[in-house]
């Protein structure tokens, strides 16, 4: 009598084993799964290593190139030199940088001639939000707007606790150098006089208007012996080279908020949305906004700006 062969067990253990391990394979994905991740809490398809999660510096290198429009200040205070070669480093983007007041290069991203901006008149910039020419706005960062003088001050308005005494007192005294640039500054001086009854046309005396950016203003106005009103920051990066000295500052409503936008696509296709996005989300990343705490405070003894990422309005300065 022949015997059957004797069956191996090693076929059935290894079925077994390969009948155990399915679940987890199938939890983990293999390598080769390019099945794509989706919204909704569709299952998004993982390595069988895990990848290292995203750190600061793993920012994805997009490349390409976009158009800035931002206020002088940001240039004359140095802060972009430090800021854009920063964000090409990490991002490999190309910014070109046009710096013009606030309400030229808000028209600029109204007209998608430019990708994203960067500016510091909130009031002004809500008519172009709410016609949907800008999206995305974030609040970066926060100075404030000063008066600076000669030392003499001929006008007495150093102590002077009112704003709307300090003006009246410099319309009567005089000169007055203006920005006239239409920017955030010119803006805000312009609100100035009106809060205090003031027309800058008539009713101030020797006042000129330069139509060029802070760093400009603020030279004319040493030439002229004359008051301004100018951002902290540019008037602290050029101060040792302005015989001004700061004669009034430190009221609430003088606060000056820096908020970045980026050009709607939907109504300017030509928009560099990827890299304006980029850009936005640098400018109120956390290593970023420390850049901008840090920026020149060891150098001046205080700080030209302050980081404000994720406030509102209302919480700025507080």
Not at 41 to 58: Q, R
Not at 170 to 178: D, K, W
Not at 257 to 266: F, K, L, R, W
Request: hydrophobic share 40%; net charge neutral; charged share 20%.
């Amino acid at each position: 009598m022949v015997r059957p062969a004797r069956r191996s067990r090693w076929p059935l253990l290894l079925a077994l084993l390969a009948a155990l391990a399915l679940p987890f394979a199938l939890a983990c994905g293999g390598d080769d799964d390019d099945t794509p991740a989706t919204a909704g809490g569709s299952p998004v398809a993982a390595t069988a290593t895990a990848a290292p999660s995203p750190t600061a510096t793993a920012v994805p290198k997009i490349g390409g190139s976009m158009i800035l429009a931002t206020t002088t200040s940001t240039m004359d205070s140095g802060l972009l030199d430090v800021l854009v070669p920063l964000f090409s480093k990490q991002t490999g983007i190309d910014v070109k940088v046009i710096a013009v007041g606030t309400g030229a290069a808000l028209e600029m991203g109204a007209k998608g001639d430019a990708d994203g901006v960067l500016v510091h008149a909130p009031a002004s910039e809500k008519k172009y939000v709410d016609s949907g020419d800008l999206v995305q706005g974030k609040i970066v960062m926060h100075n404030d707007f000063i008066i600076v003088g000669p030392p003499a001050d001929p006008a007495k308005i150093k102590g002077l606790k009112d704003l709307t005494s300090v003006m009246a007192a410099i319309a009567a005294t005089g000169p007055f150098v203006s920005r006239g640039d239409n920017s955030g500054t010119n803006t805000k001086e312009l609100d100035l006089w009106k809060a205090a009854n003031i027309d800058p046309r008539t009713g101030v005396k020797q006042r000129e208007e330069t139509g060029q950016g802070m760093g400009a203003t603020l030279n004319i106005a040493d030439q002229r012996a004359g008051y301004t009103l100018t951002d902290r920051g540019t008037y602290l990066s050029l101060r040792k080279n302005l015989k001004l000295d700061i004669l009034f500052q430190g009221e609430k409503s003088m606060l000056n908020i820096y908020s970045v936008y980026v050009a709607n696509p939907q109504k300017h296709p030509t928009v560099k949305l990827a890299q304006a996005q980029a850009f936005d989300a640098f400018m109120v990343a956390p290593e970023t906004q420390k850049v901008i705490a840090d920026f020149k405070k060891a150098e001046y003894g205080e700080a030209l700006f302050f980081p404000d990422a994720g406030k509102t309005l209302e919480q700025v300065g507080q």
